[in-house]
């Protein structure tokens, strides 16, 4: 028996569109979507390695109970109906004590994000957050204060793109297969790359302009080409004459800004900073500044990625062809989109403040949606605004990715209940006191995926195999723990393909549309806005706001005076983190191929510097921060900026079950302090020093 | 010779070692074993760029394999294409291949404790399909196929160049 089944790969967040091959029962073979331009049988090293996890004996292979003390790995495989009425009883008895709002769920953002969310309201909590701002959340504030979009729902338009400036965003190794292959196809046919960051990485062999910039100094680079674009009159004059409001004001601002400031600040000499300005204003406005992926780095972020967007508007590529543009739902097209379970009639709003205060006084600006995780841990420790009591997990990992893991350590033991809901033994997963194993993505039907764009479509994560172990849909879990808690009203499905045909209700299409190439599409034409009086900006005022009404009202300024990133002193280095093509964040570290391929992260550190500090290279080195320290192998290199030290992402898992990644590497989130952009909401990932010493043994 | 070409276009190539992975899984090996590799050389700064070179690595599939003539009990063979390959009934894990192939080709498994090697996926090509490593590659940076079906890539990518600017 063989078939193929069009579905989505979920090794990362990406979610591209997979082709699998079952033979028997098996996964036989899985390559992208043939159907989708830009995939065309392509699968990064990570989709690449998915029967594995779906192969892997390391896996939770069922509910589990914690037997012994939190963290002791003493666990007792139960039933799903015991696992879950012990969850029930417990929220509910938490609930009723302390109230909804005493309970939070965390999670990466997926497919039935809109499950979780509901399932929170009916429990009379406001406390849903995802990963977003972990990510991202400044990079979110900043489209908003400018365009009145989040981040999402603005495009990057790769393919015709005639010159593209990335700012640390290390596109060839964080990789997404279609970009990927877009900008490749852009760079043979006369595309300019220039690419910024105190690292040297994949993406850097490929750029005709490289930056080694001081870490942290991004946006005195982006001031001083504004202060060229604008003094030399190279900007858009048409586009900001009609679209922009605010620019008489960053004129008025830029003017200290020059090129020679910047050259002290930033190291890159002011001819080049002109050069650049001048060259990319001769591909306007087929010209992209990356607004950035994981824009999480320093407490100034918003400012910086705001500064990314002025420079778009500058050269008016916004919603042009080559540069930014909007992405179109399915009304654009004459569609309707699937429905989600949160605009069900009767769902109870949540009026409570949040756990991290988002829209009040002191996060007025980060997007509810997705909240700010960081604050988790203080809310815990100083119950402040109130006390939390629960938390649960669904494949979010807080003790990797939460800075100050120490902190947020402490905080948890704070808890009277934990869940993970994850595929995985997660550090978070054996931390808790519930586990409750969720089926990958080859094992499961999921939500409909709307992808928004220029040509709006709809995908769809189609089961290929039956669960190789006591697994479930996350989506299931919640039905399961909805019923036993009084509102399994508000999930009308027994099934995944229940809930699938319930969303497809009203948009004219049916389950069986997705079997032929695995997307639907709402119109075959790409849908652009007409540059001249079309865009339709959400602002107050209809415009790109360079002087933002969102953040003054707010009561931050829209130009705030650029403060200098002091040098670190002697032997301390700023700690910079990062991907690799083979890994995704903290979870696929444990996988067979892929733990092989890149099984530990190393420190790099500046040959200079480690000369001074008697390191050679595969040296263990100690590095220490005010949070903490931990023990790696250094990587003594020319490739990195001497005031900097890199480490990827991801690594130094402490779950023993999950032998391959046990121990291996060290975690960025020991290092990290948890210091915050205040106005954008992401936390400062990049603004630790560390102190970096030779260890004689690990 | 073999009929069969495998081509890489380096300059496309990001050295995300996808191909390492789905041939390992293709040929459901542990860890170990890599039939093919990325060999990474650089990054160094040349003219102020940092460069860096990335090459693909399979098998060479060569004229006079050396790994056929060290090898004792006839394991290692040549289809009629070209291909040269590991028949797993007759190998006996003596290794002699490993020593004798000068560019590290023939690889251990140590679960099967038999040599395995690339063999152009000649299970795909027998179905019509391309090697794994060129199916998946992310950048489509390998090309498969007979002599004629090769592209040359130089030339069109000035081809391509050269369109841009008219």
Redesign the interface.
């Known amino acids: 028996m063989t078939k193929t089944v069009f579905s989505l790969c979920f090794m990362c967040t990406v979610r591209c569109p997979i082709k699998v091959e079952v033979e028997n029962g098996q996964v036989k ?1 899985i ?2 979507n043939p159907y989708v331009p830009g995939m ?6 990570k ?3 998915a ?2 996890l779906l192969n892997d004996t390391e896996r939770i292979q069922g509910p589990m109970v914690r037997t012994g003390p939190r963290g002791s790995g003493e666990w007792k495989r139960v039933s799903w109906d015991e696992a879950l009425n012990i969850v029930a009883t417990k929220l509910q008895e938490i609930a009723k004590t302390y109230g909804g709002k005493s309970i939070v769920w965390g999670e990466r953002t997926n497919l039935a994000t809109h499950v979780n969310k509901t399932f929170m309201r009916l429990l009379g909590s406001p406390n849903h957050f995802t990963h977003d701002a972990l990510c991202k959340g400044s990079v979110n504030t900043a489209c908003r204060s400018l365009f009145g979009y989040t981040d999402p729902e603005i495009g990057i338009d790769y393919k015709n793109t005639k010159h593209i400036v990335l700012y640390g965003r290390n596109i ?2 964080a ?1 997404e ?1 279609r970009p ?2 877009f900008l ?1 196809q852009a760079i ?3 595309a300019k790359l220039t690419y910024i960051d105190p690292r ?1 990485t ?1 993406t ?5 302009n ?1 930056f080694m910039i001081r870490p942290g100094t991004d946006l005195a680079f982006n001031y001083a080409l504004m202060h060229v674009i604008i003094k030399e009159k190279l900007y858009d004059v048409k586009f900001v004459e009609r679209w922009v409001e605010g620019f008489r004001e960053l004129e008025a601002f830029i003017q200290p800004y020059t090129p020679e400031w910047a050259e002290k600040e930033t190291g890159i000499p002011a001819a080049r900073i002109i050069s650049l300005a001048r060259e990319l204003s001769q591909q306007k406005p087929s010209v992209i500044f990356h607004f950035g992926y994981r824009g999480a780095s320093h407490p100034n972020e918003i400012y910086f990625r705001r500064s990314i967007l002025m420079l778009n508007a500058l050269m008016g590529s916004i919603e042009a062809k080559g540069g930014l543009f909007f992405k179109k739902g399915p009304k654009e097209a004459g569609g309707q989109p699937a429905r989600k379970l949160t605009e069900q009639d009767g769902l109870p709003k949540v009026t409570e403040m949040r756990f991290d205060k988002v829209g009040t006084e002191m996060f007025p600006l980060p997007d509810p949606n997705h909240g700010v995780p960081q604050m988790l841990p203080f809310a815990i420790l100083n119950e402040d605004p109130y006390p939390i009591k629960a938390a649960i997990f669904n494949r979010f990992e807080p003790l990797l990715s939460i800075p100050d893991r120490g902190l947020t350590e402490r905080a948890f033991e704070k808890l009277d209940f934990i869940v993970t809901i994850d595929i995985q033994w997660s550090d978070i997963a054996w931390h808790s006191d519930v586990v409750l194993p969720e089926s990958v993505f080859l094992e499961r039907t999921d939500c409909i995926q709307q992808a928004n764009g220029l040509k709006p479509q709809m995908f769809l994560r189609r089961q290929a195999v039956l669960p190789r172990y006591d697994t479930l849909p996350a989506p299931i879990i919640v039905k399961r723990l909805a019923d036993r808690l009084g509102f399994g009203r508000f999930f009308p499905y027994e099934t995944m393909e229940d809930l699938v045909k319930w969303q497809l209700e009203g948009t004219g299409f049916t389950l069986e549309d997705f079997d032929r190439k695995g997307f639907v599409a709402y119109t075959d034409k790409e849908i652009w806005w007409d540059r001249e009086n079309g865009l339709k900006l959400k602002t107050p005022s209809k415009k790109i706001e360079f002087v933002s009404s969102l953040l003054e009202k707010a009561g931050y300024p829209s130009f705030p005076p650029y403060e200098s990133v002091m040098a670190p002193p002697e032997g301390r280095y700023r700690l910079m983190v990062g991907r690799c ?2 890994h995704t964040h903290v979870s696929t570290q444990n996988n ?3 733990n ?2 890149v099984p530990e992260n190393v420190l790099w550190i500046n040959r200079r510097e480690a000369e001074r500090l008697g390191i050679s290279n595969g040296d263990f080195v100690e590095v220490s921060s005010s949070c903490g320290d931990v023990c790696l192998k250094a990587y003594v290199t ?2 990195i900026h001497p005031e900097a030290v890199f480490m990827l992402h991801g690594f130094g898992h402490k779950a023993r079950f999950a032998t391959r990644s046990f121990d291996k590497g060290a975690a960025d989130a020991v290092l990290q302090e948890n210091k915050s952009d205040i106005v954008g909401g992401s936390p400062a990932l990049d603004d630790t020093l560390v102190r970096v010493r030779r260890a004689y043994k690990k | 010779m073999s009929q069969y070409y495998l081509m890489q276009d380096a300059k496309r190539c990001i050295a995300c070692r996808a191909c390492e992975v789905v041939c390992k899984v293709n040929k459901g090996l542990p860890r170990g074993p890599k039939p093919c590799e990325v060999v990474v050389v650089g990054p160094k700064f040349i003219g102020g760029l940092p460069r860096a070179f990335f090459k693909f690595m399979p098998c060479f599939h060569c004229e006079k394999p050396w790994c056929i003539a060290a090898c004792p009990t006839g394991a290692m063979q040549k289809r009629e294409d070209g291909i040269v390959y590991v028949d797993e009934t007759l190998c006996v894990g003596c290794k002699a291949c490993m020593s004798a192939c000068p560019w590290g080709v023939p690889q251990w498994d140590p679960e099967k404790r038999k040599v395995v090697k690339c063999d152009y996926c000649m299970d795909r090509l027998d179905k019509g399909l391309l090697p794994a490593c060129v199916t998946i590659c992310v950048t489509k940076c390998l090309y498969f196929g007979k002599a004629n079906e090769v592209p040359s890539i130089r030339r069109e990518r000035a081809a391509k160049a050269a369109a841009y600017f008219e």
């Open positions: 073979w390559e992208g065309q049988g392509s699968l990064c090293p989709g690449a390695a029967t594995a060839f190794e990789l297969v990927v292959n490749l043979e046919e006369g040297v994949v850097a062999t490929k750029a005709h490289y093509a083979q067979p191929y892929l092989e391929l020319d490739l």
